[in-house]
Each structure stands twice: as C-alpha cells, then as structure tokens.
C-alpha cells in the first residue's frame, strides 16, 4: 500500500511542473533572461531519471534497510518538498515564472518560507528528488538522479541570482548576505 500511494506522489510531481510550464511562463510585462537554463533543468531531470531506472539493476547498490521504511521516509521527503515548493510559488505570487524573468516593478520577496531561504522552491524541488531516489531502494539510484539534478539546479540558481542583483541591486544583495540559498542557516 505505501509503495503505491509513494508512486503516486511521485507522479503528481512531473504533472504539476508540465502545468506550471505551461501557465506559469514569464508574459508580455517581463523582460526574459533564461538563457535555456529551463531547459537544461528538463535535460538534467530527463537524464537523472533515466540513469536512475538503469542503476536500479545494479544490486550490489540496493539499501541494506527495510523497504517499508524506506519508502515511508521516501513519501515524507516528497509531501514536505512538494508543500515546501508549492508554499514558494504562491508566496512569490505574480513574481513566480517557470523561466528567468524579471516582472514590470519586480521586488524582493522576504516573507514567508523566504524568510529562511532565497529559493525555497529549490529546496522543495530537491527533497521531491531526494524521496524519489529513496523509491528506488537503491543508493546508485539515488545518486544518479540527484547528481545532474543537483548540478543544473546550482546552475539555474547562479543563473537567477545575477539577474536578480542587475534588475534589483542593493536590496537583493542585502537579501542575499542574510539569507542562505537552499538550507535555512547552511547553504
């Protein structure tokens, strides 16, 4: 039974993200700055996924832990990143854009979960990857879906970043000296 509810979770993710893409892409008011970087989020999650199917096979990497657990601990990473990054998109509110877009009086957002962190949906995103991989009940697996995962998301990140210090200056760049990317108070 968790197996199939943990699956489930794990497919409303790829369904929520195509529909964000979809409604949530920067308009006529905003001036775009992406430079592929979404793509290259699709490419890294296409990839991640697919090394992680064909890791699976490998057994000596399967996790030496009962499988009941794993998948629960899978589910909780899920529903917490997926309340994380939903909770970071409706706080952005109008701001929020699949692609790297500046909006017609864009400003800094410091309430709510980015209080804690400058990209809180990031930090959702990734632990949806995390419970994912644990679905796998193997470490390769896990590891091959959140390496190239992880790298175009640092990517997009430095991507985002210096477009939001040449668009809004000062106040960005004191957001950024008292806010950590990812992890409230590490990194």
């Known amino acids: 039974m968790i197996r ?8 409303f993710f790829p369904i929520s993200e195509i529909v964000l893409t979809i409604v949530r892409r920067s308009g006529k008011n905003a001036r775009g700055a992406d430079r592929g970087s979404m793509l290259v ?18 057994r000596a990497a399967r996790m030496d832990l009962p499988r009941e657990l794993v998948a629960w ?25 699949v692609d790297v877009a500046i909006h ?3 400003a800094v957002v410091q309430t709510g979960v980015y209080r804690f962190a400058r990209h809180p949906s990031y930090t959702g995103m990734m632990l ?9 009940y193997n470490w390769l ?4 879906l959140l390496l190239p995962i992880t790298l ?9 970043e210096r477009t939001l ?20 108070g590490v990194f």
Do not use: M, Q
């Open 152 to 160: 175009a998301v640092a990517n997009r990140i430095r991507h985002e």
């Open 73 to 97: 601990l899978g589910l909780a990473f899920i529903i917490c990143g997926l309340v994380i990054r939903w909770t970071a998109i409706f706080t952005l509110g109008r701001f929020f854009t």
């Open 128 to 136: 949806v990857f995390v419970g994912t991989g644990l679905a796998f």
């Open 165 to 184: 210090v040449a668009a809004l200056g000062a106040p960005y760049i004191e957001y950024c000296a008292r806010t950590k990317r990812l992890i409230p």
């Open 41 to 58: 989020n699709w490419l890294a999650i296409g990839l991640g996924v697919g090394l992680a199917i064909a890791a699976e096979w490998v």
């Open 141 to 144: 697996s896990l590891l091959c």
């Open 104 to 106: 017609d009086r864009h």
């Open 4 to 11: 199939a509810v943990l699956w489930v979770s794990i497919a």
